[in-house]
Protein backbone atom coordinates (compact mmCIF):
# COMPACT_ATOMS: atom_id res chain seq x y z
CA UNK A 1 0.00 0.00 0.00
CA UNK A 2 1.12 3.35 -1.15
CA UNK A 3 2.15 5.60 1.73
CA UNK A 4 0.34 9.05 1.23
CA UNK A 5 2.08 12.02 0.46
CA UNK A 6 1.61 15.02 2.87
CA UNK A 7 -0.86 17.23 0.93
CA UNK A 8 -3.01 14.06 -0.01
CA UNK A 9 -3.06 13.32 3.91
CA UNK A 10 -3.99 17.06 4.38
CA UNK A 11 -6.53 17.05 1.32
CA UNK A 12 -8.34 14.10 3.23
CA UNK A 13 -9.02 16.08 6.77
CA UNK A 14 -12.41 16.66 7.68
CA UNK A 15 -11.65 20.04 8.66
CA UNK A 16 -14.22 22.36 11.54
CA UNK A 17 -15.73 25.48 10.39
CA UNK A 18 -13.31 28.00 11.35
CA UNK A 19 -15.96 29.60 13.72
CA UNK A 20 -16.36 26.76 15.98
CA UNK A 21 -12.87 26.08 16.94
CA UNK A 22 -12.43 29.79 17.79
CA UNK A 23 -15.97 28.99 19.91
CA UNK A 24 -13.70 26.22 21.31
CA UNK A 25 -11.24 29.07 22.73
CA UNK A 26 -13.99 31.46 23.68
CA UNK A 27 -13.99 33.86 20.90
CA UNK A 28 -17.37 34.90 19.51
CA UNK A 29 -18.12 35.02 15.63
CA UNK A 30 -17.77 38.91 15.54
CA UNK A 31 -14.43 39.02 16.49
CA UNK A 32 -13.07 36.46 13.57
CA UNK A 33 -13.02 37.80 10.64
CA UNK A 34 -12.86 34.28 8.01
CA UNK A 35 -10.90 33.77 5.16
CA UNK A 36 -13.39 31.43 3.70
CA UNK A 37 -14.22 28.70 5.87
CA UNK A 38 -11.10 27.30 7.32
CA UNK A 39 -9.47 30.06 8.32
CA UNK A 40 -9.90 33.40 10.45
CA UNK A 41 -7.99 36.63 11.45
CA UNK A 42 -8.65 37.62 15.05
CA UNK A 43 -9.63 41.09 15.57
CA UNK A 44 -7.29 43.52 18.14
CA UNK A 45 -10.30 44.39 20.01
CA UNK A 46 -11.00 40.66 21.36
CA UNK A 47 -6.79 40.42 22.08
CA UNK A 48 -6.85 43.89 24.15
CA UNK A 49 -9.92 42.33 26.49
CA UNK A 50 -7.85 39.62 26.93
CA UNK A 51 -5.66 41.32 28.84
CA UNK A 52 -5.24 40.75 32.60
CA UNK A 53 -6.01 37.02 32.13
CA UNK A 54 -3.67 34.86 33.54
CA UNK A 55 -1.46 32.85 31.42
CA UNK A 56 -0.88 29.78 30.54
CA UNK A 57 2.43 27.57 29.97
CA UNK A 58 4.96 28.13 27.22
CA UNK A 59 6.30 24.95 25.81
CA UNK A 60 9.53 25.82 23.30
CA UNK A 61 9.85 22.92 20.55
CA UNK A 62 13.67 23.58 18.87
CA UNK A 63 15.91 21.10 17.21
CA UNK A 64 19.33 19.89 16.68
CA UNK A 65 21.24 21.38 13.75
CA UNK A 66 19.26 20.65 10.17
CA UNK A 67 20.52 18.25 8.18
CA UNK A 68 19.49 16.07 4.43
CA UNK A 69 17.86 14.17 6.66
CA UNK A 70 15.21 15.43 8.12
CA UNK A 71 13.99 16.82 11.87
CA UNK A 72 10.92 17.21 12.13
CA UNK A 73 10.33 19.84 14.21
CA UNK A 74 7.31 21.55 13.30
CA UNK A 75 6.01 18.22 12.44
CA UNK A 76 6.83 17.61 16.20
CA UNK A 77 5.46 21.11 17.60
CA UNK A 78 1.91 20.01 16.09
CA UNK A 79 2.26 16.60 17.02
CA UNK A 80 2.72 17.77 20.55
CA UNK A 81 -0.18 19.58 20.69
CA UNK A 82 -2.31 17.06 19.78
CA UNK A 83 -1.08 14.68 22.05
CA UNK A 84 -1.49 17.19 24.84
CA UNK A 85 -5.27 17.60 23.66
CA UNK A 86 -5.43 13.85 23.65
CA UNK A 87 -4.53 13.71 27.66
CA UNK A 88 -7.06 15.82 28.65
CA UNK A 89 -5.29 19.72 28.57
CA UNK A 90 -6.16 22.46 26.71
CA UNK A 91 -3.42 23.41 24.29
CA UNK A 92 -2.55 25.09 21.48
CA UNK A 93 0.05 25.78 19.09
CA UNK A 94 1.91 28.78 17.55
CA UNK A 95 3.98 28.68 14.50
CA UNK A 96 5.00 30.38 11.74
CA UNK A 97 4.18 31.50 8.07
CA UNK A 98 5.80 29.58 5.29
CA UNK A 99 7.46 32.06 2.96
CA UNK A 100 7.02 31.52 -0.93
CA UNK A 101 11.01 31.27 -1.43
CA UNK A 102 11.53 28.02 0.28
CA UNK A 103 8.24 26.82 -0.86
CA UNK A 104 9.53 26.71 -4.51
CA UNK A 105 13.43 26.12 -3.51
CA UNK A 106 14.44 23.70 -1.40
CA UNK A 107 13.42 23.64 2.36
CA UNK A 108 9.72 23.00 1.44
CA UNK A 109 6.68 24.25 3.55
CA UNK A 110 6.15 25.11 7.37
CA UNK A 111 2.54 22.99 8.03
CA UNK A 112 3.97 19.72 9.65
CA UNK A 113 4.09 16.69 7.78
CA UNK A 114 2.18 13.27 7.78
CA UNK A 115 -0.82 13.36 10.26
CA UNK A 116 0.64 16.03 12.23
CA UNK A 117 -0.56 18.65 9.88
CA UNK A 118 -2.19 22.04 10.13
CA UNK A 119 -4.61 22.41 7.61
CA UNK A 120 -5.32 24.11 5.16
CA UNK A 121 -1.70 23.04 3.76
CA UNK A 122 -1.68 24.13 0.09
CA UNK A 123 -3.24 27.89 1.66
CA UNK A 124 -0.65 28.03 4.18
CA UNK A 125 2.40 27.16 2.14
CA UNK A 126 1.07 29.73 -0.64
CA UNK A 127 -0.72 33.08 -0.09
CA UNK A 128 -2.69 31.92 3.30
CA UNK A 129 -4.15 35.81 4.39
CA UNK A 130 -1.82 37.81 2.42
CA UNK A 131 0.36 38.51 5.58
CA UNK A 132 3.37 38.58 4.01
CA UNK A 133 2.20 40.03 0.70
CA UNK A 134 1.43 42.86 3.15
CA UNK A 135 5.00 43.17 4.41
CA UNK A 136 6.38 43.59 1.57
CA UNK A 137 4.57 46.36 0.29
CA UNK A 138 4.73 48.29 3.24
CA UNK A 139 9.01 47.86 2.91
CA UNK A 140 9.11 48.37 -0.45
CA UNK A 141 6.86 51.56 0.32
CA UNK A 142 9.27 52.90 2.22
CA UNK A 143 11.83 52.29 -0.20
CA UNK A 144 10.01 54.53 -2.76
CA UNK A 145 9.49 57.07 -0.47
CA UNK A 146 12.77 57.21 0.15
CA UNK A 147 14.03 57.96 -3.56
CA UNK A 148 11.19 59.97 -4.11
CA UNK A 149 12.62 62.31 -1.58
CA UNK A 150 16.09 62.40 -2.52
CA UNK A 151 14.30 63.13 -6.22
CA UNK A 152 12.33 65.84 -4.99
CA UNK A 153 14.88 68.16 -3.75
CA UNK A 154 16.18 66.08 -0.32
CA UNK A 155 15.25 68.09 2.40
CA UNK A 156 16.31 65.92 4.84
CA UNK A 157 19.53 65.92 2.98
CA UNK A 158 19.95 62.29 2.99
CA UNK A 159 23.45 60.91 1.47
CA UNK A 160 22.17 58.46 -1.28
CA UNK A 161 25.49 56.80 -0.48
CA UNK A 162 24.38 56.02 2.85
CA UNK A 163 20.83 54.55 1.76
CA UNK A 164 20.71 51.64 4.25
CA UNK A 165 17.08 50.62 3.44
CA UNK A 166 16.86 47.78 1.20
CA UNK A 167 14.07 46.22 -0.76
CA UNK A 168 12.44 43.00 0.14
CA UNK A 169 10.91 40.43 -2.56
CA UNK A 170 9.82 36.93 -0.74
CA UNK A 171 10.99 34.85 -3.48
CA UNK A 172 14.24 32.94 -3.77
CA UNK A 173 16.17 35.19 -6.78
CA UNK A 174 20.05 35.45 -6.31
CA UNK A 175 20.00 37.88 -9.18
CA UNK A 176 18.62 40.56 -6.90
CA UNK A 177 21.17 40.34 -4.35
CA UNK A 178 23.10 43.63 -5.71
CA UNK A 179 21.62 45.89 -8.32
CA UNK A 180 21.98 49.11 -9.58
CA UNK A 181 18.65 51.57 -9.82
CA UNK A 182 17.64 54.57 -11.83
CA UNK A 183 19.03 54.17 -14.40
CA UNK A 184 17.80 55.54 -17.81
CA UNK A 185 17.88 59.52 -17.37
CA UNK A 186 16.72 62.07 -15.14
CA UNK A 187 13.36 61.34 -14.60
CA UNK A 188 13.98 58.34 -13.08
CA UNK A 189 15.92 59.83 -9.97
CA UNK A 190 19.49 59.51 -9.54
CA UNK A 191 21.67 56.28 -9.90
CA UNK A 192 22.60 54.58 -7.03
CA UNK A 193 23.39 50.86 -5.82
CA UNK A 194 21.01 48.92 -4.13
CA UNK A 195 20.14 45.19 -3.33
CA UNK A 196 16.83 43.20 -2.59
CA UNK A 197 16.65 41.08 1.00
CA UNK A 198 14.02 37.94 1.37
CA UNK A 199 11.12 39.26 2.85
CA UNK A 200 11.37 37.20 6.13
CA UNK A 201 14.85 39.09 6.34
CA UNK A 202 13.19 42.05 6.65
CA UNK A 203 12.90 44.54 9.11
CA UNK A 204 9.18 44.90 9.17
CA UNK A 205 8.45 41.15 9.57
CA UNK A 206 11.02 41.44 12.44
CA UNK A 207 8.67 44.64 13.73
CA UNK A 208 5.36 43.06 13.27
CA UNK A 209 6.58 40.12 14.97
CA UNK A 210 7.85 41.66 18.26
CA UNK A 211 5.52 44.64 18.35
CA UNK A 212 2.24 44.63 20.65
CA UNK A 213 -0.39 46.14 19.22
CA UNK A 214 -1.35 48.76 16.49
CA UNK A 215 -0.05 52.06 18.65
CA UNK A 216 3.45 49.82 18.88
CA UNK A 217 3.75 48.74 15.46
CA UNK A 218 3.68 52.41 14.59
CA UNK A 219 6.21 53.84 16.84
CA UNK A 220 8.50 50.94 15.53
CA UNK A 221 8.34 51.25 12.05
CA UNK A 222 9.08 55.17 12.94
CA UNK A 223 12.09 54.13 14.46
CA UNK A 224 13.63 52.49 11.51
CA UNK A 225 16.72 53.99 10.48
CA UNK A 226 16.96 53.99 6.59
CA UNK A 227 19.84 56.68 5.94
CA UNK A 228 22.51 58.94 7.10
CA UNK A 229 23.18 62.65 6.49
CA UNK A 230 26.53 63.37 4.85
CA UNK A 231 28.34 63.93 8.30
CA UNK A 232 28.24 60.27 8.14
CA UNK A 233 27.04 59.93 11.76
CA UNK A 234 23.33 61.44 11.30
CA UNK A 235 20.87 58.91 11.12
CA UNK A 236 17.72 59.62 9.03
CA UNK A 237 14.47 58.09 10.18
CA UNK A 238 11.33 56.36 8.88
CA UNK A 239 8.84 58.90 10.38
CA UNK A 240 11.21 61.87 9.31
CA UNK A 241 10.06 60.58 5.86
CA UNK A 242 6.41 60.54 7.07
CA UNK A 243 6.33 57.00 5.83
CA UNK A 244 5.42 55.39 9.62
CA UNK A 245 1.68 55.95 8.91
CA UNK A 246 0.85 54.37 5.55
CA UNK A 247 3.07 51.34 6.51
CA UNK A 248 0.85 51.06 9.03
CA UNK A 249 -2.42 51.25 7.08
CA UNK A 250 -0.72 48.46 5.33
CA UNK A 251 0.11 46.17 7.80
CA UNK A 252 -3.30 47.11 9.80
CA UNK A 253 -4.70 43.35 8.84
CA UNK A 254 -1.18 41.43 8.90
CA UNK A 255 -1.22 42.45 12.60
CA UNK A 256 -3.73 39.98 13.62
CA UNK A 257 -2.98 36.74 14.19
CA UNK A 258 -4.31 33.66 11.70
CA UNK A 259 -6.40 31.25 13.27
CA UNK A 260 -6.55 27.51 11.73
CA UNK A 261 -6.27 24.20 12.93
CA UNK A 262 -4.68 20.90 13.06
CA UNK A 263 -5.66 17.27 11.62
CA UNK A 264 -7.36 16.50 14.68
CA UNK A 265 -9.06 19.78 14.92
CA UNK A 266 -7.03 21.03 17.66
CA UNK A 267 -6.82 25.25 17.64
CA UNK A 268 -3.63 26.65 16.33
CA UNK A 269 -2.49 30.16 15.31
CA UNK A 270 0.27 30.67 12.36
CA UNK A 271 1.73 34.32 12.42
CA UNK A 272 4.77 35.71 11.00
CA UNK A 273 7.69 34.16 9.47
CA UNK A 274 11.38 35.55 10.32
CA UNK A 275 13.93 33.05 9.27
CA UNK A 276 16.18 31.83 12.13
CA UNK A 277 19.55 32.04 10.24
CA UNK A 278 19.02 35.59 9.41
CA UNK A 279 16.42 36.61 11.24
CA UNK A 280 14.79 35.95 14.69
CA UNK A 281 13.03 32.74 14.04
CA UNK A 282 9.81 33.34 15.91
CA UNK A 283 6.21 33.23 15.05
CA UNK A 284 4.98 36.79 16.36
CA UNK A 285 4.93 38.11 20.18
CA UNK A 286 1.07 38.94 19.85
CA UNK A 287 -0.33 35.33 18.78
CA UNK A 288 1.78 33.87 21.42
CA UNK A 289 0.88 36.27 24.17
CA UNK A 290 -3.00 35.67 22.67
CA UNK A 291 -2.17 31.81 23.01
CA UNK A 292 -1.46 31.64 26.71
CA UNK A 293 -4.44 33.60 27.68
CA UNK A 294 -6.81 31.56 25.61
CA UNK A 295 -5.42 28.13 26.78
CA UNK A 296 -3.76 26.02 29.55
CA UNK A 297 -0.75 25.16 27.40
CA UNK A 298 0.88 26.74 24.39
CA UNK A 299 3.38 24.88 22.22
CA UNK A 300 5.85 26.96 19.70
CA UNK A 301 8.49 26.44 17.66
CA UNK A 302 11.94 28.35 17.17
CA UNK A 303 13.64 27.71 13.17
CA UNK A 304 16.12 25.73 12.58
CA UNK A 305 18.57 24.38 15.35
CA UNK A 306 18.88 25.54 18.80
CA UNK A 307 21.83 27.55 18.76
CA UNK A 308 19.80 29.58 16.36
CA UNK A 309 16.34 29.47 16.85
CA UNK A 310 16.10 28.67 20.47
CA UNK A 311 18.90 31.10 21.36
CA UNK A 312 16.86 33.66 20.07
CA UNK A 313 13.26 33.26 20.96
CA UNK A 314 15.42 33.29 24.88
CA UNK A 315 17.50 36.11 23.69
CA UNK A 316 15.44 37.82 21.86
CA UNK A 317 11.78 37.51 22.35
CA UNK A 318 11.64 36.25 25.35
CA UNK A 319 13.89 39.16 26.46
CA UNK A 320 11.50 41.55 24.55
CA UNK A 321 7.97 40.67 25.53
CA UNK A 322 7.90 39.34 28.85
CA UNK A 323 7.82 35.46 28.48
CA UNK A 324 9.10 32.29 29.15
CA UNK A 325 8.72 28.77 28.57
CA UNK A 326 8.08 26.20 31.47
CA UNK A 327 9.83 23.06 29.30
CA UNK A 328 12.08 22.92 26.29
CA UNK A 329 11.37 20.20 23.47
CA UNK A 330 14.36 19.19 21.77
CA UNK A 331 13.84 16.94 18.57
CA UNK A 332 16.07 15.02 17.19
CA UNK A 333 15.76 11.74 14.85
CA UNK A 334 18.11 8.36 14.16
CA UNK A 335 18.55 9.36 11.15
CA UNK A 336 20.32 13.18 11.45
CA UNK A 337 22.31 11.27 14.20
CA UNK A 338 23.78 8.85 11.84
CA UNK A 339 24.50 11.61 9.16
CA UNK A 340 26.37 13.72 11.85
CA UNK A 341 28.00 10.30 12.91
CA UNK A 342 29.78 10.19 9.15
CA UNK A 343 26.93 8.19 7.20
CA UNK A 344 26.07 8.91 3.85
CA UNK A 345 21.97 9.69 2.91
CA UNK A 346 21.94 6.92 0.50
CA UNK A 347 23.36 4.87 3.51
CA UNK A 348 20.77 5.86 5.86
CA UNK A 349 18.51 3.08 5.77
CA UNK A 350 21.50 0.65 7.55
CA UNK A 351 21.86 -0.34 10.91
CA UNK A 352 24.26 1.97 12.49
CA UNK A 353 24.13 2.16 15.98
CA UNK A 354 28.25 3.45 16.34
CA UNK A 355 27.46 6.17 14.11
CA UNK A 356 24.18 7.14 16.10
CA UNK A 357 26.62 7.15 18.86
CA UNK A 358 29.05 9.36 17.27
CA UNK A 359 26.50 11.85 15.92
CA UNK A 360 25.08 12.45 19.31
CA UNK A 361 27.64 14.77 20.18
CA UNK A 362 25.71 17.19 18.38
CA UNK A 363 22.29 16.34 20.15
CA UNK A 364 24.52 17.16 23.55
CA UNK A 365 25.75 20.41 22.55
CA UNK A 366 22.48 21.47 22.24
CA UNK A 367 21.16 19.59 25.35
CA UNK A 368 24.26 21.77 27.38
CA UNK A 369 23.22 25.20 25.56
CA UNK A 370 19.62 25.50 26.31
CA UNK A 371 20.14 24.58 29.94
CA UNK A 372 22.50 27.84 29.87
CA UNK A 373 19.29 29.49 29.85
CA UNK A 374 17.44 27.99 32.85
CA UNK A 375 14.77 25.88 31.48
CA UNK A 376 14.82 21.74 31.59
CA UNK A 377 15.19 19.64 28.14
CA UNK A 378 13.02 16.71 27.13
CA UNK A 379 14.23 15.24 23.87
CA UNK A 380 11.56 13.97 21.10
CA UNK A 381 13.18 11.42 19.11
CA UNK A 382 11.03 11.46 15.83
CA UNK A 383 10.23 8.01 14.68
CA UNK A 384 10.82 6.69 11.43
CA UNK A 385 9.99 3.76 10.03
CA UNK A 386 13.41 2.33 9.96
CA UNK A 387 14.70 3.27 12.88
CA UNK A 388 15.71 -0.07 14.90
CA UNK A 389 14.98 -0.48 18.76
CA UNK A 390 19.06 -0.71 19.18
CA UNK A 391 19.22 2.83 17.45
CA UNK A 392 16.50 4.45 19.40
CA UNK A 393 18.25 2.96 22.19
CA UNK A 394 21.50 4.38 21.75
CA UNK A 395 20.07 7.81 21.67
CA UNK A 396 17.96 7.39 24.79
CA UNK A 397 21.17 5.93 26.56
CA UNK A 398 23.32 9.05 25.16
CA UNK A 399 20.34 11.77 26.74
CA UNK A 400 20.26 10.22 29.73
CA UNK A 401 24.18 10.51 30.42
CA UNK A 402 23.40 14.36 29.80
CA UNK A 403 20.96 14.08 32.52
CA UNK A 404 17.84 14.63 30.68
CA UNK A 405 15.11 11.89 28.86
CA UNK A 406 14.28 10.71 25.48
CA UNK A 407 10.95 10.10 24.44
CA UNK A 408 10.16 7.86 21.19
CA UNK A 409 7.66 9.49 19.61
CA UNK A 410 5.58 8.29 16.26
CA UNK A 411 3.35 11.52 15.26
CA UNK A 412 3.99 11.17 11.93
CA UNK A 413 2.20 7.97 11.33
CA UNK A 414 -0.36 8.11 14.52
CA UNK A 415 -1.13 11.74 15.13
CA UNK A 416 -1.70 12.32 19.00
CA UNK A 417 -1.79 8.66 19.56
CA UNK A 418 2.22 9.05 18.82
CA UNK A 419 3.00 11.41 21.35
CA UNK A 420 0.71 11.16 24.31
CA UNK A 421 3.87 10.01 25.71
CA UNK A 422 5.82 12.93 25.44
CA UNK A 423 2.68 15.14 26.17
CA UNK A 424 2.75 13.35 29.43
CA UNK A 425 5.99 13.90 30.34
CA UNK A 426 6.07 17.64 29.66
CA UNK A 427 3.15 18.00 32.19
CA UNK A 428 4.74 16.39 34.66
CA UNK A 429 8.36 18.58 34.31
CA UNK A 430 5.93 21.55 34.09
CA UNK A 431 4.21 20.74 37.35
CA UNK A 432 7.70 20.06 39.24
CA UNK A 433 7.69 23.64 38.28
CA UNK A 434 12.26 23.49 37.72
CA UNK A 435 12.27 26.25 35.08
CA UNK A 436 14.12 29.37 36.20
CA UNK A 437 14.99 30.98 32.50
CA UNK A 438 17.43 33.86 32.18
CA UNK A 439 19.08 35.01 29.04
CA UNK A 440 22.87 34.31 28.69
CA UNK A 441 23.86 37.96 28.87
CA UNK A 442 23.01 41.21 30.56
CA UNK A 443 21.48 44.44 28.43
CA UNK A 444 24.32 46.15 29.73
CA UNK A 445 26.98 43.97 28.31
CA UNK A 446 28.77 45.98 25.33
CA UNK A 447 27.41 44.92 21.85
CA UNK A 448 31.01 43.18 20.80
CA UNK A 449 31.18 41.07 23.83
CA UNK A 450 27.27 40.31 23.32
CA UNK A 451 28.39 38.52 20.12
CA UNK A 452 31.53 36.73 21.88
CA UNK A 453 29.12 35.37 24.25
CA UNK A 454 26.83 33.76 22.00
CA UNK A 455 29.78 32.62 19.28
CA UNK A 456 31.93 30.98 22.93
CA UNK A 457 29.09 29.71 25.05
CA UNK A 458 26.53 28.73 21.95
CA UNK A 459 29.04 27.95 19.27
CA UNK A 460 31.77 27.04 21.61
CA UNK A 461 34.17 28.99 19.27
CA UNK A 462 37.14 30.02 20.12
CA UNK A 463 37.22 33.50 18.94
CA UNK A 464 34.98 36.32 16.86
CA UNK A 465 37.12 38.07 14.06
CA UNK A 466 35.86 40.95 12.80
CA UNK A 467 37.77 44.66 11.26
CA UNK A 468 37.88 47.35 12.75
CA UNK A 469 35.39 49.00 11.19
CA UNK A 470 32.85 46.90 12.20
CA UNK A 471 33.66 47.09 15.61
CA UNK A 472 33.65 51.47 15.15
CA UNK A 473 29.84 51.23 14.18
CA UNK A 474 29.05 48.98 17.09
CA UNK A 475 30.80 51.49 19.77
CA UNK A 476 29.35 54.13 17.72
CA UNK A 477 25.42 52.33 18.14
CA UNK A 478 26.46 52.45 21.83
CA UNK A 479 27.39 55.90 22.14
CA UNK A 480 23.65 56.71 20.04
CA UNK A 481 21.75 54.76 22.78
CA UNK A 482 21.82 51.21 21.13
CA UNK A 483 23.97 49.62 23.64
CA UNK A 484 21.30 47.60 25.47
CA UNK A 485 19.73 45.87 22.49
CA UNK A 486 19.91 41.77 22.25
CA UNK A 487 22.06 40.67 19.04
CA UNK A 488 20.58 38.50 16.34
CA UNK A 489 23.04 36.53 14.51
CA UNK A 490 22.72 35.34 10.75
CA UNK A 491 24.66 32.90 10.16
CA UNK A 492 24.32 29.27 8.66
CA UNK A 493 21.97 27.09 10.08
CA UNK A 494 23.61 23.62 9.59
CA UNK A 495 26.50 23.53 11.48
CA UNK A 496 27.96 25.36 14.64
CA UNK A 497 30.33 26.96 13.08
CA UNK A 498 30.02 29.10 9.79
CA UNK A 499 30.91 25.94 7.48
CA UNK A 500 27.97 24.50 6.57
CA UNK A 501 30.14 21.11 6.34
CA UNK A 502 31.14 20.80 9.56
CA UNK A 503 28.58 18.71 11.31
CA UNK A 504 28.58 17.85 15.05
CA UNK A 505 29.49 19.50 17.65
CA UNK A 506 32.91 21.46 16.26
CA UNK A 507 35.00 23.31 18.76
CA UNK A 508 38.37 25.63 17.93
CA UNK A 509 36.49 27.46 15.05
CA UNK A 510 36.45 31.17 14.59
CA UNK A 511 32.81 33.56 13.99
CA UNK A 512 33.95 36.25 10.84
CA UNK A 513 31.60 38.65 11.31
CA UNK A 514 30.95 40.41 8.00
CA UNK A 515 28.80 42.94 8.94
CA UNK A 516 26.65 44.40 11.16
CA UNK A 517 23.13 46.22 10.71
CA UNK A 518 20.70 48.03 13.26
CA UNK A 519 17.30 47.31 13.47
CA UNK A 520 16.61 49.73 15.52
CA UNK A 521 12.62 49.56 14.60
CA UNK A 522 12.22 46.21 15.97
CA UNK A 523 14.97 46.59 18.88
CA UNK A 524 18.31 44.25 17.86
CA UNK A 525 21.42 44.82 15.87
CA UNK A 526 21.90 42.12 13.47
CA UNK A 527 25.40 40.68 12.77
CA UNK A 528 26.12 38.62 9.33
CA UNK A 529 28.70 36.06 10.16
CA UNK A 530 30.63 34.17 7.10
CA UNK A 531 29.04 32.91 3.72
CA UNK A 532 25.27 33.64 4.94
CA UNK A 533 22.82 35.61 2.47
CA UNK A 534 20.05 37.56 3.07
CA UNK A 535 18.66 36.41 -0.28
CA UNK A 536 18.86 32.86 -0.71
CA UNK A 537 19.37 31.42 -4.15
CA UNK A 538 17.40 28.37 -5.49
CA UNK A 539 18.78 24.72 -5.58
CA UNK A 540 19.61 22.70 -9.16
CA UNK A 541 16.39 21.20 -8.72
CA UNK A 542 14.16 23.74 -6.88
CA UNK A 543 10.73 22.38 -5.90
CA UNK A 544 9.07 24.83 -8.08
CA UNK A 545 9.62 22.49 -10.94
CA UNK A 546 7.31 20.11 -9.82
CA UNK A 547 4.41 22.27 -8.26
CA UNK A 548 1.55 22.36 -10.68
CA UNK A 549 -2.63 21.88 -10.73
CA UNK A 550 -3.72 18.30 -11.45
CA UNK A 551 -6.47 17.41 -14.20
CA UNK A 552 -8.54 18.35 -10.93
CA UNK A 553 -7.83 21.53 -10.24
CA UNK A 554 -5.81 20.76 -7.07
CA UNK A 555 -1.98 21.60 -6.07
CA UNK A 556 0.44 18.78 -6.47
CA UNK A 557 4.00 18.70 -5.33
CA UNK A 558 4.08 20.84 -2.70
CA UNK A 559 5.78 19.18 0.43
Partial sequence: ?????????????????????????????????????????????????????????????????PTPAGEGKTTTTVGLGDGLNAIGKNAMICIR???????????????????????????????FTGDFHAITSA?????????NHIYWGNALEIDSRRVVWRRVVDMNDRALRQITASLGGATNGFPSESGFDITVASEVMAILCLANDLEDLEKRLGDIIVAYRRDKT?????????????????????????????????????????????????????????????????????????DLGAEKFLDIKCRKAGISPSAVVLVATVR???????????????????????????????????????????????????????EVAKVQEFVASQGSEAILCK????????????????????????????????????????????????????????????????????????GNLPICIAKTQYSFSTDPTERGAPVGHTLPVREVRLSAGAGFIVAVCGDI??????????????????????IDGLF
Fill in 97 to 127: EASLGPCFGMKGGAAGGGNAQVVPMEDMNLH
Fill in 411 to 482: HWASGSEGTKDLATRVVEIIDEDGANYAPIYPDEMPLMEKIETIATEIYRAESVVADQTVRNQLKAWEEAGY
Fill in 533 to 554: MTMPGLPRLPAAESIRLNDAGE
Fill in 139 to 147: HNLLSALID
Fill in 1 to 65: MAVKSDIEIARAATKKPILDIGERLGIPADSLVPYGHDKAKVSEEFIKAQTGKEDGKLILVTAIN
Fill in 336 to 390: AMKMNGGVAKEDLNNENVEAVASGCANLGRHIENLKKFGVPVVVAINHFTLDTDA
Fill in 234 to 306: TPIYCRDLKADGAMAVLLKDAMQPNLVQTLENNPAFVHGGPFANIAHGCNSVIATKTALKLTDYVVTEAGFGA
